[in-house]
């Protein structure tokens, strides 16, 4: 049985504009970078901790047509521990803005602990005595009589524990 191999057309018999168009078709198909994925370190090696200021701790949202919004923010990651200390919210209207943000602790769909009220929706900074937030556990900002379209941003301080490599 003979074996029959098919090849591209040859290409040398056009003309160069042919020429280039089929070598940039070919370029254009190639990765610019490789597609591997580089190697993770096994979580083992993930044995001490480390304390640092709060990152990833800032959300925002736009104000519904109905003047309602609802902000989240919580640890990431495993062994990530949050300390928060303050609650700093804002809406884009600014000091003009009447509407009210109260600020919720816990996991999603049950925000039942009240950590802060605040009149001044436009810009207010809540102190937040809280235990430690662990992964599953978010801080809530919710606004009620805001300016419809308007950004509302919620920003956590504090530190928080993530795990190091020893």
Known sequence: MRRVVRRAPSVQGL?????????SIQNSTRPA???TRPASVPVHFYQG?????ISAGYAAVTIASDGTATAYVGPQGLGT???PQAAAIATSTG???TSTCTI???PEGLQTQVGGQSYAGGGDTIGLAVPPLWNGYFIWAKWAGGTAGALATLTIYGEMDSLRTN
Request: aromatic share 12%.
């Open 33 to 35: 970078t490789s597609l």
């Open 95 to 97: 000091a003009a803005d």
């Open 49 to 53: 901790r480390i304390r640092t200021p």
């Open 81 to 83: 521990i949050w300390y």
């Open 15 to 23: 003309g160069p504009l042919a020429r280039s168009i089929s070598g």
């Open 104 to 106: 919720y602790l816990g």
